[in-house]
């Protein structure tokens, strides 16, 4: 699309808005960044993107921004109902989200991974896996580097991996992936939507624009509406699936293609993720036997189910990017040992009873931290568990409790945005507190 010469206003200064303000101007656009907080960390990207001749409107000022625009560009991280959002509607200016911003620009296929759990890991994998085999490619998107700003790169690729948010769809127009994986869905962001119904239709667009020659990678046990592109099919849950997990082993109808219990990936959770890996790769043509080898090889990224350190016979695991109920449930049941568990963080709406009986047959003792964490103790009233004014109150707490044996589990259900930047600035505090720690004597069970 050209954008040469128009005037553009981008909703959010976050990475992703300062990233499509800067694409815009390569193309010739005029952008202005309006966003409705005002913090000195958004002060100094406002300035960085100042020094590159690009403008700013922080605090309630960017609410009633009086200028015209000929288009705008929504954030992920903005909510559509906002009074930023609604500003620009009120004047009939078009919006477009910055997923669809950066598509536009895009010169190479998109293989895009959706789903509420193990976007993060199997975009990585993905990733792994198509640079192991050859093939030139980024990964892009919500999992850290913008869309927007891998665009610029695109030329060179053979494939753009993405990893993709609800947030991101909700604003897709011309959106296409040449590979589109939906991994699971459960409960999340009800803050944001009213119900699951309006969550699953904004994942679900992720298949919107795909046709009989593209290739859709689904969970066998998802219950979803019949789609253009061909469907390649994956569970570790049993049911009839192309790609299924028996015992320690995935395989590929009648073949045998990876042993999971040789790789850095332990879990069904991790079966399921390997798996939508590998058949993305293999609608991109790639060889099963040749994507097999390259995921042994392969470390998983921080913060999910991350091993920090063992003292005083206790192993301490960070899963910070546990931001829902259904990964706080994989997390707990891929840990063998007795548990104790730190949880907790903001509410986005969802309570915790879900795991109320889960918790109480596997967790010997819970802290509780952030904005849900008197509502959680009430859902989980029948476990032992102790409110925790700050993460570094909880860690002390867990060394006080923990045998020799046991297995301190950080995985707080929820999103971090309460106490911290995001999942990674809370999960490295908890790493660096851990690492913190001083020996003590191992208290015997």
């Known amino acids: 699309m050209e954008y040469h010469g128009q005037s553009a206003v981008v909703l959010g200064l976050g990475q992703s808005g300062a990233a499509a303000a800067e694409l815009l101007q390569s193309l010739g656009a005029r952008p202005v960044v309006c966003d409705s907080s005002d913090s000195p960390q958004l002060r100094e990207r406002a300035e960085s993107l100042g020094r590159k001749g690009i403008a700013s409107i922080l605090g309630p000022a960017a609410d009633s921004d009086p200028a015209g625009y000929d288009f705008a560009v929504l954030s992920p991280g903005i909510d559509p109902s906002a009074p930023l959002v609604r500003n620009v509607a009120a004047k009939n200016i078009p919006v477009i989200g910055e997923l669809e911003l950066a598509f536009r620009e895009c010169s190479c296929p998109v293989a895009a991974i959706t789903g509420t759990n193990g976007k993060t890991t199997t975009t990585e994998l993905t990733t792994h896996i198509l640079k192991r085999c050859g093939l030139r490619v980024i990964a892009s998107g919500n999992i850290g580097l913008p869309f927007s700003t891998a665009v610029l790169g695109s ?140 995921v042994s090889d392969y470390s998983p990224p921080s913060h999910r189910c991350e091993f920090v350190r063992e003292i005083s016979g206790v192993r301490w695991i960070n899963d910070s990017k546990s931001t829902n109920l259904d990964a706080m449930e994989k997390a707990i049941l891929s840990q063998p040992q007795p548990l104790i568990l730190i949880a907790g963080g903001k509410d986005k709406g969802t309570g915790f009873e879900a795991n109320t009986a889960l918790v109480r047959e596997r967790a010997k003792t819970v802290f509780l931290i952030g904005e849900m964490r008197h509502r959680i103790a009430e859902d989980w009233k029948n476990s032992d568990c102790r409110i925790c004014e700050s993460l570094g109150e909880a860690v002390a707490g867990a060394q006080a409790e923990a045998q020799a044996g046991d297995t301190v589990l950080f995985s707080p259900g929820t999103s971090s945005f309460d106490m911290f930047r995001n999942y990674a600035d809370r999960g490295n505090t908890f790493k660096t507190l851990v690492n913190q720690l001083n020996p003590q004597p191992p208290k015997q069970p």
């Open 155 to 294: 030329a060179e690729l053979d494939v753009m991996v993405l990893e993709v948010s609800s947030f991101q769809l909700e604003a897709i127009r011309d959106f296409h992936p040449r590979v589109a994986a939906w991994l699971n869905l459960s409960p999340n962001h009800l803050d944001r939507y009213a119900n699951m119904g309006e969550y699953r239709a904004a994942k679900l667009r992720i298949f919107e624009k795909q046709t009989t020659g593209d290739d859709a990678v689904v969970n066998a046990l998802s219950d979803l509406p019949a789609l253009s592109a061909r469907k390649t099919t994956f569970s570790a849950m049993g049911g009839n699936a192309d790609f299924t997990l028996r015992g320690t082993e995935i395989y590929f109808h009648a073949r045998r293609v990876l042993d999971q219990s040789r790789t850095s990936l332990p879990g069904v959770h991790n079966a399921e993720n390997t798996m939508a890996a590998l058949a993305i790769g293999k609608a991109l043509g790639l060889d099963l036997g040749m994507m097999a080898e390259s």
